[in-house]
C-alpha cells in the first residue's frame, strides 16, 4: 500500500533522516513516534504525497486518507455534513440532487422534465456510490467524534477550530470505511487532539477493527496500546528509522532492551579499544615493532565503527513562564459578552473579572465557547454585545490552539522579534536556542513547521512577553511527554493570572484553579475537585 525505499528527509541542512525503508501494508497498524523536531509530520507529509523527499522513493496502492495536524478546508462555506460526504465524491451528487430538486419544482415544463431526468441520473450514481447507507454511516462516525446532527448542517465557518478538525476527522475515516476499506491507508497526525473522552474510547476501537494500512502520530497512549501493531521510532539523534514489529507495551520494552544492548557492547568495545590503542602506543616508540602497532590501531579502529550508536537522551525545550509585570488588581475584566455565528447562538451575557495572579479554568462540552472566549479576551475577535476592559497595566499573553498568534510566512526568529519589538536579536535567538531552535532553524517560515514546533515556538514568544494575564487554548497539545512536562512544570510555578481551556487533566492539575467558568451558560464557581471528572469530557 505504501512502499518507502532508500528515503532521505531534510529540514534546511539539517538532515532528518536517511536511507530508510520501510513498508505499510494492509493490516499493519503503525505507530510513529519520536521526540517534537524528529520529522514525524514531515514524513508523513511525504507519504501522503503532500512533501517531496531529498532523495529516495515513496510509492502508493490503493487510496489513501490523510490528517494533517493542522487541517485547512479552502471553503468555509460548505456544511459540515457535505465536507465529510466529499471524501467519498458523494458531496457533489448530493448538491446536484438538491439542484434537481428545484428544478423539477419548476412551473416550466422543460425545466421540470430536464430535472427528472437529471435526478434519475444523479440518484442512480448515489446508489452505486453505497447512497444513502453511507450518508448514515457518515452521520455515525460523526455523531461518535461528538458532531451532532445539528452541527452537521451548519457552514464549517460557524464551527469552533475544534470541530471542524473533528470534522475533518470524520471525513478521512468516513473515506476507509466504504466497500474498498482494505485497500485504504489512513494517516493520522494527532487524532485525538479537541476530542473528549468518550470519543477517544470510541476511536481507539475503530482504529483497531480498520482492515487497511494505518499511519499514526500520537501522544496518546492509550490509544497506541489499543491499537498498534507496528512501531517505527524516529531517532533525531542518529538521523534513522528503528522498525519494531510489535505492540505498544512490547515495544517499549524491546527498546530499553536494545538501548541496554548497544550501550553494553560500546562499553565492552571501547575498553577493548582502549587496551589496543595503549599497547600500541608502548610498542609503536620501537622502529622495529611500528608496523604491529599501526595493525593494532587499525584493529581498534575497526571495532569502533562497526558498533551501533548509543541513543542520546532527547533535548528537551527548557520553559519557564515569564516574571508577571506590575499590574493593577483587576488586570483585565467582560461584561455581558454574546457571540453568534449567524443564526448559531454560541453564548450570551457572559461576566468575567480576572484578578491579579487569579487562575481560571474554563470547561464546556465541544462547541460551548471555549475557544471563541478566549479570542474575545485577547482582542482577536470582537463580541456581539458586551465589552472586554482592560485593567492598569495589562499584559496579554495569548497561546491560540490553532497557533493563529504565528505568522506562517514569517521565519521563527521574525515572529519571536514581532512578539517582543525591543528584544535583542542575540537575546531572541537564546531563548529560541532553549526551544531547541538554533542555527539554520530559526530562519525556517512558521507556516513549515510541525504542530509541536509551531507549539514551541508559540509559548516561546510568550516567555519574552513579560504577560501578567496568560490565556491559554490546549498549551499541551502535540507535544511529547517531556515537553508536556516542561509545560505543566512551568504553569505550576507562573506568578500572573491565567485563564485555561484544556482536556488535559494534568494541565489542571498544575495549574490548582481558584475558579471555574462554565460555558455556554458563564456560570462562575469556586473549584472543587468534582469538576475534575468535566475536563475530558469537555
Not at 550508536?309 to 528537551?316: E, F, I, L, W
Not at 499573553?397 to 515572529?415: F, I, S
Not at 509545560?487 to 485563564?499: F, H, I, P, T, W
Amino acid at each position: 500500500m505504501i512502499t518507502v525505499t532508500g528515503l532521505e528527509l531534510r529540514a534546511g541542512s539539517r538532515i532528518l533522516m536517511e536511507d530508510v525503508s520501510f513498508r505499510v501494508a494492509a493490516g499493519d497498524r503503525v505507530g510513529l513516534v519520536g521526540r517534537n523536531g524528529a520529522g514525524k509530520t514531515t514524513l508523513t507529509r511525504v507519504l501522503a504525497g503532500e512533501g517531496q523527499p531529498a532523495a529516495g522513493t515513496v510509492t502508493r496502492s490503493g487510496s489513501l486518507g490523510y490528517l494533517p495536524q493542522d487541517p485547512r478546508t479552502g471553503d468555509l462555506d460548505v456544511l459540515a455534513r457535505d465536507r465529510i460526504l466529499s471524501a467519498r465524491g458523494l458531496d457533489e451528487i448530493v448538491t446536484g440532487l438538491r439542484e434537481a430538486e428545484q428544478m423539477m419544482a419548476s412551473d416550466d415544463p422543460a425545466t421540470h422534465e430536464k430535472g427528472m431526468r437529471r435526478y434519475a441520473r444523479l440518484d442512480g450514481e448515489f446508489t452505486a456510490k453505497g447512497g444513502y447507507a453511507a450518508e448514515a454511516e457518515a452521520a455515525t462516525i460523526a455523531s461518535s467524534l461528538g458532531l451532532p446532527d445539528r452541527v452537521l448542517g451548519q457552514q464549517l465557518h460557524t464551527l469552533s477550530g475544534g470541530q471542524r478538525r473533528r470534522v475533518e476527522l470524520a471525513r478521512i475515516l468516513f473515506s476507509g470505511t466504504g466497500s474498498d476499506m482494505a485497500d485504504t491507508t489512513l494517516l493520522l497526525d494527532e487524532p485525538t487532539n479537541h476530542l473528549d473522552a468518550d470519543s477517544i474510547v470510541w476511536l481507539r476501537g475503530f482504529l483497531a477493527a480498520h482492515k487497511g494500512g494505518l499511519v499514526v502520530i500520537s501522544h496518546d497512549v492509550g490509544l497506541l496500546e489499543a491499537c498498534v501493531n507496528r512501531v517505527l521510532h524516529l531517532d533525531a539523534n542518529r538521523a534513522t528509522i528503528d522498525t519494531y514489529n510489535l505492540g505498544w507495551k512490547a515495544y517499549l520494552t524491546a527498546r530499553e532492551t536494545d538501548e541496554r544492548r548497544r550501550k553494553r557492547e560500546r562499553q565492552n568495545a571501547e575498553k577493548q579499544a582502549g587496551v589496543l590503542l595503549a599497547q600500541a602506543a608502548k610498542m609503536g616508540a620501537k622502529a622495529t615493532k611500528a608496523k604491529a602497532a599501526q595493525g593494532m590501531a587499525r584493529r581498534a579502529e575497526r571495532m569502533l565503527s562497526g558498533l551501533e550508536d548509543v541513543r542520546a537522551s532527547d533535548k528537551v525545550a527548557k520553559l519557564r513562564f515569564p516574571d508577571p509585570a506590575p499590574c493593577g488588581k483587576t488586570p483585565i475584566m467582560a461584561e455581558g459578552l454574546s457571540k453568534s455565528y449567524g443564526s448559531l447562538e454560541i453564548f450570551t451575557d457572559v461576566d468575567l473579572a480576572i484578578d491579579k495572579g487569579s487562575r481560571v479554568v474554563v470547561l464546556g462540552l465541544n462547541g460551548a465557547g471555549k475557544t471563541t472566549l478566549l479570542r474575545l479576551l485577547s482582542g482577536t475577535e470582537a463580541p456581539d454585545t458586551g465589552e472586554v476592559l482592560p485593567g492598569h497595566g495589562l499584559r496579554l499573553g495569548y497561546y491560540a490552539q490553532e497557533h493563529e498568534t504565528l505568522d506562517p510566512e514569517r521565519t521563527v526568529l521574525e515572529n519571536m522579534r514581532s512578539s517582543a519589538p525591543d528584544l535583542p536579536e542575540v537575546e531572541a535567538r537564546r531563548v529560541l536556542g532553549s526551544f531547541l531552535f538554533s542555527g539554520e532553524d530559526v530562519d525556517k517560515p512558521a507556516g513549515v513547521l510541525s504542530g509541536g514546533e509551531k507549539t514551541r515556538l508559540a509559548l516561546a514568544t510568550l516567555v519574552v512577553s513579560a504577560a501578567n494575564v496568560l490565556l491559554l487554548d490546549e498549551p499541551t497539545n502535540n507535544l511529547d511527554p517531556a515537553s508536556r512536562d516542561e509545560v505543566l512544570a512551568a504553569l505550576a510555578g507562573y506568578k500572573g493570572a491565567v485563564v485555561l481551556v484544556t482536556h488535559d487533566e494534568g494541565a489542571v492539575d498544575a495549574l490548582d484553579p481558584e475558579r471555574v467558568l462554565l460555558l455556554p451558560d458563564g456560570v462562575e464557581d469556586l473549584w472543587n475537585p468534582s469538576y475534575a471528572d468535566l475536563v475530558t469530557l469537555a
